[in-house]
T-cell receptor, first 112, second 115 residues
Framework: GENVEQHPSTLSVQEGDSAVIKCTYSDSASNYFPWYKQELGKGPQLIID?????GEKKDQRIAVTLNKTAKHFSLHITETQPEDSAVYFC???????????FGTGTSLTVIP | DTEVTQTPKHLVMGMTNKKSLKCEQH?????MYWYKQKAKKPPELMFV???????INESVPSRFSPECPNSSLLNLHLHALQPEDSALYLCASSQSPGLAGHEQFFGPGTRLTVL
């Protein structure tokens, strides 16, 4: 089955700096890669996703890049704000199934 | 309405109790999911319902019993739970099962404590 690794497990940045979280996956059949943000006491919320036919996607301060050859994808948050502080999970999903394989999560703290 | 609702928000139960968790969505989604999440860990898939039929059961103990009465509702019946079952139980839904690229919408979860 799919194995998704996520790094780092914790990340602290100063407000206004950029944050980068990286994930690798093992199954070349995976072709959908969502990123979820989970605030304390809440369910995960999708913030951005990318499909394997695209190398990069951007939505305001958030971007995701995908390298299919190397089987890794990354989340980039620019101009970080305190409200970006949360746990972020990457996930991978294949066309043949509706099961998400989650990474282990990154706890991001943005220091004002 | 792009929301998945879950009730109750919090639940405390003894090991001999029977309780149920409820999940509802009105987005017309045909896939619904139950996840278990421990603190500081990713969600772990428990069950998947596709078109109101159970399609995935991730070797979950029988003390957890899912039910999908209709396309909008998903229940999780709990009986004879153990303290280690204490966790956040998340419900999610997606538009169409078996197709990649369909976002899973998560509910806020039910925080379960088993005494």
């Amino acid at each position: 089955g799919e194995n998704v690794e996520q790094h780092p497990s914790t990340l602290s940045v100063q407000e206004g700096d950029s944050a980068v979280i990286k994930c690798t996956y093992s199954d070349s059949a995976s072709n959908y890669f969502p990123w979820y943000k989970q605030e304390l006491g809440k369910g995960p919320q999708l913030i951005i996703d990318i499909r394997s036919n695209v190398g990069e996607k951007k939505d305001q301060r958030i971007a995701v890049t995908l390298n299919k050859t190397a089987k890794h994808f990354s989340l980039h948050i620019t101009e970080t704000q305190p409200e970006d502080s949360a746990v972020y999970f990457c996930a991978a999903c294949s066309l043949t199934g509706n099961q998400f394989y989650f990474g282990t999560g990154t706890s991001l703290t943005v220091i004002p | 309405d792009t929301e998945v609702t879950q009730t109750p928000k919090h639940l405390v139960m003894g090991m001999t109790n029977k309780k149920s968790l409820k999940c509802e969505q009105h987005m017309g989604h045909r896939a619904m999911y139950w996840y278990k999440q421990k603190a500081k860990k990713p969600p772990e898939l428990m069950f998947v319902y596709s078109y109101e039929k159970l399609s995935i059961n991730e070797s979950v103990p029988s003390r957890f019993s899912p039910e999908c009465p209709n396309s909008s509702l998903l229940n999780l019946h709990l009986h004879a739970l153990q303290p280690e079952d204490s966790a956040l139980y998340l419900c999610a839904s997606s538009q169409s099962p078996g197709l990649a690229g369909h976002e899973q919408f998560f509910g806020p979860g039910t925080r379960l404590t088993v005494l």
